[in-house]
Every structure is written in structure tokens, then in C-alpha cells.
């Protein structure tokens, strides 16, 4: 049985492990404040090619979201989220525990756009209804899709004219920077959104995302933040550590493209058959609409998940690839998948 | 420079790191339904012989703490702590920012006795104050002392009378367990609190806190909020494997005991100098009382805190050993405080 | 100008003033302890023919809302209600900022179904997901709409099933049971919803809401809530004393006769003159589709709100009626009503 | 049985009654924009000689509490307060249940010193703790006592230095400025603290406490706050016209040193029966230290509180004084007092 459940199925890339092996025995000062952290704080600034921002490494992607948003907002402001956001349906209500409102957004694709978003704002007008403050957008997104430039371009604005906080949740930022319709580089984004992250977890690491702050007024005090919500690793080393293997050469860059790879090959080879997708995905997840029969056949040697059902006869499956994924496994399934059709 | 700051200075013992290498590529579930996490579980279960209990794995003890008391209250009612406690102090407001009172009670030994806890209990007579409710003891404490088994039984006894729930926080647990002036059983516990957590970070492993759960009506659940507050790591086997390693054999608690013997050496050492210590500890933290002058010459060659001022000549520092502690650094450290206390 | 914004644009009924003036100096207990709050919670149990239920007296709707399902729910669980739902949308995020997601459903009408309520709980199958609990209902709902006993049994069925708490919002739930359509008793209730609260400050009260918890499990400790969250008012006596005159004899009923019937007095008029509604409303809220044409001309005599544009030319009003309303002013604006529609 | 128990066991002064008689049936603006609240904060703007501090009518002391001050901080931050202080005590951990730490200091007489204020912000050094921000001081005292100017400005004084937030709870501020011993206006409050309150509930109203925020960054999107928190009474009215007819002439004033008269009848006649009292109270609190024989006479025929147990034979009580206690029973008391003491 070969998964294609999800990108963490596996432990981390080797250098990772390499990397921690190597330096297990420096004594290093505790929570964040050793010279591994700094140093990947350092590397990934200077990827950036900015100096004025803040990198703070947190264990994973529900932590960072609550974290970072409770952090920027006052009580009665609220994010603005996609319905199919993380922070609105899989993360049991972690932002709402730290007290504040999500709204959520129909949308086609995942996304966000400046009109969703004016529309949130306009229909919250005075203090019997919560202050939208924040919007919240994934890139990659849940559904696959990636935020092209200008749409940031746009949604920015948007933000910037309504004194927003523009948020990207980037727990899957390689996959979608690296996919073959991304027109974003990484330094890009400083410009475009007060902060982001930065995901390991799903792009070879063990575990950390790196968190990005861009803004200056939304830096003060963060620590306490994360200590206060228990994300200050005693060992901040073991964060530390794999974003310098990550960032120290292009092995970050390197991972996701190979996830992507992965994901190419198979869409290509399901496209060729005709098959349907749920939602245009030019990332590392994707989203075919395959028959119930055939899901099953399939079943019997990968494990997927099951997305939604789209009729009787018919449901959209997930496929997802990641650093790991080996090709033969992809071609395997691939040749699996046009004789099992038939 | 060798360092006697904290137990949590190195990575993690090399029987770890070689579990995770020799996994890495296995493909499992993420979120601890991994088969490592089930299996650290059922060890901890067999170890502590008990079928009954809950095992979960968390990142680290303010997480831990912060998830399992806000879990086990209801928003009127309060925990009971040593002022020295680690909630009370240490965890910047993490209890209270989930909506609970600390409630803190001054100790000369940072235990809490049945007495303390009466006397909170008779204090809070009516709804114009929180409702004491959980009872929240570290062992070792964060002063270094231990609790006895008659100790607990007696705690047991008033929270069982009174309706609280006991909690212990186990950060450093295996030097407690290990200490010679121990009397206590990993497998008492079960029968003397509702719940408690055998600290890894703290003992030798990258990060790891295994909570085990004991009074069947705070399990329901528990995963709920272990996800809501960002504990659920989507590679939860990194906890798995380490607990699995530190438990399969007695590495766990060897690790520990090495982390008492260095102690006891420089204890035993200091003793015979006549050094007066701020507490009595049996574990792997010693608190010295050593003057001023003397702090300064050792400061040159070793990192170690300063813990507070006793007087104009002199202040309590804080010496800690871990499973990491090389003999020969202890020795040398023994060498060099008979020399430099000259 | 006369108003039709809302019910709470005048002060109380005359005989509460009444009895705020005999009783003034009397002196008693503080915080709900008075003899007062006593004798309105006897009086309403009473009339439910009910000992077995508890009453606490609260200041308003949001207060009350948000202190009852904060303390019924664990901080996992979530309320599921309409998107029209008053703690949905116009009390600025009272549920969130204690924790809680509010699950938004859409319906036509305002009102929950257990079709409705299965769809959510059968949407939400584990721990990354929030828990749903608490089913939030409002009798009359925010658009005018009442609940039937049969209606109310059948979502009581999909609740008992389903293991969720039924929780009433009655701000307005005078002018439900004494609507013309209705078929509730105040006393089938308590065998209906697992708590509710019968609405003072918008049915003559100057502020006041009853909050009935009918389920033993709920009741525990809920002065401690009300303390925490600021709802013990030192002169407790002033609920009291209001919900006594409105409980002693059928006061409570005949305001909400008189408001229901104010507003079918407009109703019928306005369905004469073939005015079509946005919703179907038999209590004391109408939402008549009007030309902007005709809403200007009638805002120059008359205060109410419009609700929201329904095209170019048209858009939904509302008038409310009250205890307080004067059929002469009535009168007078069904007679503008159909000299200005010309 | 004539009660001197508390400050709040009657109902409001009857002018504050007529007023509310007299406007009943005007037809006002809801949540607090109607015109009798607007000339509240008009007539205390002008009492205050200031029009540059926002004013919001609240229902009660812990409401107004924990509504401000979980507005005014970040979710770090916390509060200082005495360990007598009402927050920290008397209201049910509401300022924890808003996530924030009340960080208490012992006091010999409730007040708070620059010395105390500073020993916490020095003993919290780094994001492991809390942050302290905000300086909680009540006037007067929870035992009575009162600040002079002079220690106001002091408090100022090292709360601009570190950038402390200084807010009183003025619950009792009547009586706290109308005492013989004070050297305090009304008017250098502005000048002295970022907010506090004027107490309406235990001065001669129904309910109601004014809140003024004096520094403009604690001021935007109050609103917000209260509705958040349940605080906007839908009949805002109820609030205006009380906080009106208290200070559109010298209400406040007068009733607040009629209270103050009678507690200073009792205390003169204690004082020459050679009484000790507790702490030394220029207020309308009164905490005389009497044996348990004679505490056990005057039961029988009033009311007040046992404040805590002195010794084997004695006990300090609380004898309270309002703007509703009677001169003649004031005198029965003495004669009573006198007489059951031989």
C-alpha cells in the first residue's frame, strides 16, 4: 500500500536528519534563542533580501495561525477567511478559542479577491457586529490553487484602503512558489503581505514553519505570544537546525519542486485519460473526479483521501505528493490507474 | 565554556536520533494516529500497568499544562499552585489566557501540603470568587525537591475530599522517580493523581511530553483540544518514535539516573565545602549559595543562573545536570570550585 | 416623528415603574438574593408548573446569551445557528470572544430544522474539526418568524439523538407565544428546550431577560458564570422587582397581545393594499417590500430602519411594535401608509 | 432588623426615580445613543472641565472592570493590583477569564505604592512571565482607605516612566472624594489617571457606572468592547437618565457626603469607646475590631458583615453607610452599641 494521503507521511528529508545528528551534542542556549535559530532567521532575511522584518520558528500551522492572528488583533476584531479556509473548518475553532470571529467567504476556487473582501467590509458597519481586521488567504491553497501576483497586487490594495492586515498561511508556500504557473518569488512577499509563513512541516521537515512579520507595529512583544501559547520549544534547536538546512542552499526550492514533479506527472497522465478535476490545481494536491468503481480498485493499493462525493456514480478523490514521493510509485500508479479504468 | 544552565542545552540521546533515521522513510498517519505514537503509548501503559489510562504526546510542558487544565476546568474554576509553581511563574499567563485564575499559595519548598490546599479551599466560600478546583504539583519541583509518597497519598486524601482534581506537572519526572530519596513508582501515579506527564525534552528526548490521563471522566475528547490549541503535530510519529525508544527498555529512566548522579557529585562536593544550598534537592537542580566573588571566577569557565540575591556578598545559583552531563565536566567543575573558592 | 425602529425605544411599563417606586426603600440582599428575585423566579415557575427548573434573572439579550452557552459548553464545542441568528451577526462576536464557534447555517425563514441540524452534525466527524453541541434558536426569530410545537418537538428529537443542548433565544418570545399563528404554551417549554429565556427588556421591562435551565447537567455553579461575566447586579432587586409585576398576574402576556396586535392592525392594511413582505411574520416584527419612493416620503413622519435593498427600486423595511405603541399613531400611519402609496 | 451591610440595599435616590417617571414615554435611540445618555456624558465632561475624554455608561463594577481593562491590554499584558483589590478577589476571575493575569502585591492598606509597582515590573524581566502593563487602584479602597493627591501623582509618576497604564476603580469614588481627609477634585482625575469610573450603583442609583477614558490610544472602538461583552443595554436610557439627574446639579456630591456624615457619626462614637479598627477608613466603610459576645448582641438587631476573624474573643466587622441610611438609625445603633458594650 503506497500513500498519497498527504505530505507528512514520512519522517524528513536525510539532510535534516544529517543535520540534527551533527550538531546533537553543541550545548546551545534554550527556546529559540540558540545560534542555529538565529542563523536560520538569517538565511531566510537574507533570501528575502530584507532586514526589517521578523522570523520567528513555530512547531506547526494551526500553532502559527492562532498565534500570529490572536497576537495582531484586538478582541473585537475578527479574519476574514475562504469557507474552504484552514483556520475555518480544520482547526477546531482554534482562532474563535482565542475569541475572535471568522467570517467566512463563499468562493469558486479558494481564493480571495478584493470584491469577497469589500464586501465582508461594507457589510460590517458598526459595534453590534465585529470589525473585520484581517484577512487571511493560504497559498497554496487547500483546494490547490495558487495566488498569482497581481491578485496579491489587488488584494493589498484592497487592504491597505480598509486598514487590513493581510495574512498568508504558508503551509504549503514551496509547492505553489515553485509551480509551473507561479509568477511570485519568495522576496516578493514582504512587500505584499504584513506576514506569512513559511512551511516546513509539509516540505521535508520534521516539524517548524517559519514565520515571516513584515510589518513593523504587529513585532512588538511576539515571543511573549508564542511563550504564552506554548510554542517556544525548549529546544528551539531542533527548529533551528532544519531551516538552515533548508535555506543555507536551495534544498527548500528543491523539495517542492520535486512534489510538484510528482503531482505533474500525475495530472498530465490523468488529463490524457479525460478525467475531470474538482478544482484547477497547479500544485502538489490534486483533486480528480474519479468513478466510485474505480476508486475502489484503486483503494486496494493506495491510500488517498476520499474529498467529497459529486454524484452517485462519482466522488473527487485527493492525491498528494511531497518531497518524498517516489517516482516509480507515481508511475506505478499512473499505469495502475489506465488499466484499472478500463 | 561548558554549560550547567538547564537540562535541555544538547539534542537528544543518540538512540533517538537513530530510531528516527532508521524510520524516516516508513509512511504513517499523521496527527499521532501513527503506529509509533500507539505503540509509545501501550509502553507507557504496560510500564505503568494500567489499561485504563489515556496516553497523549505533546510538545512541551506549557503546552501540555495549558491544554490539559483548560480541558479539565470549567471557566469558573481555578487552579492551586506553589507560588514557585511553573504556571504561576514561568509560563507567561498561559493558564490565564485560556480563562483561568492561578491561584498561589506561598511554600518554603515549593510542595504543597494538604493544609495549603485546605486553607484555599475555605477561603473561596461563594460565586463572588473562582472555584479552587484543580491542584497543580511539579515533581521535581522547580526548586529541585521531591515528593514522598505519603506526600501524594495525603494530597490524594484532601483533593478526594474536597472534589479537586491533581495534577502533576512531570517536566522532570525522571529525576524525581530517580532520585535516592524517592519512594515513588512510575506505576504508583495512576493511583494518586487524575493526571500527570512524564517530561521527554527535559530527559534526553528532541521535545515530548506524554500526558497520561487517569480519571476516566477528564479523557473525553482530549484530542479536540490538543488540536484546537496547535498541539496535534501533523508528524506526530516524532514524538512516537522518541517515547518508543525511551521506553521500549529502561532508557528513560537511565538517562535520568546519570542526571542525578552528576548532581550528586557536585553536591557531595559542595557539601564538604561547607556550601550552604538555597533548598533541598534530590534532583538533577542544585541551588548553591556561593558568594558574589566566587560566582565571577566561575562565570569565566562555566555557564550556569543566578538564581536570586541572598545577601550584599552572595546569591543562590542554579546548577542543572542532564542525561548530556560529561563526568569529566563535572569533575572539572568540582576541580575548579575547591580552587577557586581558595 | 413616531417611532417604529424597535421595542425598546420607550421606558417600562407604568406599573413596573410602580413598583420600583413602593418598594424603594425596602431594604435587601444584593446580587439576586433579594426577596424580590426570589418571588419572580417562584412566580415563573409557577406558571410553568414547573420546581424542578432554575431561573436567573440577566440585563439583556447578548448577556444572556453569551453567559449561558459559554458556561454549557466545553471549550471544543460549538453552537450551531442561522445566519440570521442574533449571535451570529449582531452581538460582535459575544460567542467567539468566549471561545466558542458559531456554526452559521442558511435558511429561508430564520428558523433551524433537524435537517438542518443533522447536515451540520453529520459534517463535522472529528477533532480537526469543532464539536458541535448546542442547537441556538430564537422564538421569534430575528425575521418575525415564530417556531410550532411541532417544530420544536421534532428538533428536539434530532437533539436528544444527537446528544446537543437546545438553547432558546426568547428576546422576544412574548410576542411568539401571544402570536395568532402560535400553538406554543410558555409551559410546554420546559419539556421542549433545555434552556430559554423569556424576554423583559423588549416586552415592557427597562431591562431584564429570564433565563429558564430546564436540564439538571446545566445548572450547576451558573452564579459563578453570571459573577465572572459582570451579570450580578449589586441591586439584583431591580430584575426582580420587574419580572414579579410582569409575572404576577398576566401582565407579562397582555404587552405582547398589544404589540402582536398593533402590528396586525399594520399587516392588514398593508396586505389590503397588495404589499408583498420579505418575510412571513405573524409577532410584533414586519418587513414590508416598499418603493424607495415611499419609504422617503414616510420617513419624514415615521422613524424605522430599512432592512435591505431587494432591487433598484424597492427595499425591504421594518417596523416594530410594542407594548408601548399608540394605535392612534398606528392608525395614523396606515392612513399615510395609503395616501402616500397613491 | 436595620442593615447596615452594604451600600447598595435599597433602591435608587427618589429623584432618580422621578426622572426615569417623568421621561418614561419619550421615545429614544437604543444602546446608548439616546439623547439622556449624550447629556450624561455631556454634564460629567463639563463637571471634569474636559471634552477631550470619551464617556460610557456601564451597568456594574465588574462589568466596567473587566470590559476596560481586557480592552485596554494586549493578550500578554497584565494588570497589578492589591491583594485586597476587588478584581483580584470579589469578582469570580472575570479579568482571567478575558486571558489576562491580575499579578497581586500585599498591601497594609489597600493601596498601591510606587515602590510595590515598580518591584513588579523589575521581578518580570523577559516573554517567560507576563508583561505588566496596566495599573489597577480602587478609590476608595476595598477597606476603606483613600489616596491623597499627592500618592496619585506618585503612582503617575512611575506609571509613565514604564509605560504603565493607570486605571481606578471608582465603585465608591463619592465617598472616596468626599471625605473630610481628601485633597482630590473630581476634576484632577483626568490629569492623574488614563481611565477610571464614577460609581452610580453604590452612590444612589438603580445601576450604572460611569466610565471615562482620559488617554486618547485606550479610546477607539469602545463600543465594540461593550457590546462584545453584553454591556449595551438596549434601554441605554436607563443609564443616561440616572447618571443625568445625578450630576446635572450636586446629586452625586450630596449623597455621597451624607453617607459619608453617617459612617463618620459611628466611627466618632466607636472611636470614643475606645474601638480599634481595622484599617484606618475616612469612607463610608467601617471595620471596627469588636468581641465575638458583643458582635453577637448587635446581630440581633442589624445587619453587617463579619470581615474576618482577629483573635479568639474578637473579630473585625463591616459596618457600610449609603446615601439611603437613616440618622436615626445611625444613633439607635450608637445607643445599642454603647449600652450592649458594658
New interface residues.
Given amino acids: 500500500m503506497?500513500?498519497f494521503?498527504?505530505d507528512?507521511?514520512?519522517?524528513?528529508h536525510?539532510r535534516i536528519?544529517n543535520a540534527?545528528?551533527e550538531?546533537?551534542?553543541?550545548?546551545?542556549?534554550?527556546?529559540g534563542e540558540d545560534s542555529f535559530s538565529k542563523n536560520a532567521s538569517e538565511l531566510i532575511k537574507a533570501k528575502l533580501g530584507r532586514n526589517d522584518v521578523d522570523v520567528h520558528l513555530l512547531?506547526?500551522?494551526?500553532?502559527?495561525?492562532?498565534?500570529a492572528i490572536?497576537?495582531f488583533l484586538?478582541?473585537?476584531e475578527?479574519a476574514i477567511a475562504a469557507t474552504t479556509g484552514h483556520i475555518a473548518?480544520?482547526?477546531?475553532?482554534?482562532i474563535?478559542?482565542?475569541?475572535?470571529?471568522?467570517i467566512t467567504v463563499e468562493t469558486a476556487d479558494g481564493k480571495l479577491t478584493p470584491d469577497l473582501v469589500k464586501a465582508v467590509a461594507d457589510g460590517h458597519t458598526d459595534?453590534?457586529?465585529?470589525?473585520p481586521k484581517l484577512v487571511y488567504i493560504s497559498n497554496s491553497t487547500e483546494i490547490g490553487s495558487i495566488y498569482s501576483k497581481k491578485e496579491l497586487q489587488d488584494l493589498r490594495g484592497v487592504c491597505e484602503s480598509r486598514g487590513f492586515i493581510l495574512f498568508m498561511d504558508g503551509a504549503r508556500l514551496g509547492s505553489a512558489l515553485c509551480s509551473e504557473e507561479n509568477d511570485l518569488n519568495l522576496e516578493d512577499l514582504p512587500g505584499l503581505v504584513d506576514a506569512f509563513y513559511i512551511g516546513g512541516?509539509?516540505n521535508g521537515a520534521?516539524?517548524g514553519e517559519a514565520l515571516v512579520i513584515c510589518r513593523e507595529r504587529l513585532k512588538d512583544?511576539f515571543?511573549?505570544?508564542?511563550?504564552?501559547?506554548?510554542?517556544?520549544?525548549?529546544?528551539g534547536?531542533?527548529l533551528g537546525i532544519q531551516f538552515q538546512e533548508l535555506f543555507r542552499d536551495g534544498l527548500f526550492f528543491e523539495l517542492a519542486e520535486h512534489a510538484n514533479r510528482m503531482a505533474g506527472l500525475i495530472r498530465n497522465a490523468l488529463e490524457k485519460e479525460d478525467t475531470r478535476f474538482l478544482t484547477h490545481s497547479p500544485s502538489n494536491q490534486l483533486f480528480p473526479i474519479l468513478s466510485n468503481k474505480l476508486i475502489a480498485e484503486l483503494q486496494k493499493k493506495y491510500?488517498f483521501l476520499i474529498w467529497e462525493k459529486v454524484d452517485e456514480h462519482s466522488s473527487a478523490v485527493r492525491f498528494v505528493t511531497s518531497w518524498?514521493t517516489k517516482e516509480e510509485a507515481v508511475n506505478e500508479l499512473i499505469e495502475d490507474f489506465k488499466r484499472m479504468k478500463l
Avoid: W
Fill in positions: 503506497y500513500s494521503k498527504n507528512y507521511g514520512e519522517g524528513a536525510p536528519l540534527l545528528m550538531t546533537n551534542l553543541v550545548q546551545e542556549d534554550g527556546y512547531s506547526g500551522g494551526t500553532q502559527t495561525n492562532l498565534i490572536s497576537a484586538r478582541p473585537h475578527a473548518t480544520h482547526e477546531t475553532g482554534a474563535e478559542a482565542t475569541g475572535h470571529k471568522v459595534e453590534h457586529m465585529v470589525k512541516t509539509k520534521l516539524l512583544d515571543r511573549y505570544h508564542m511563550k504564552q501559547k506554548g510554542a517556544l520549544l525548549a529546544k534547536r531542533l491510500a518524498a
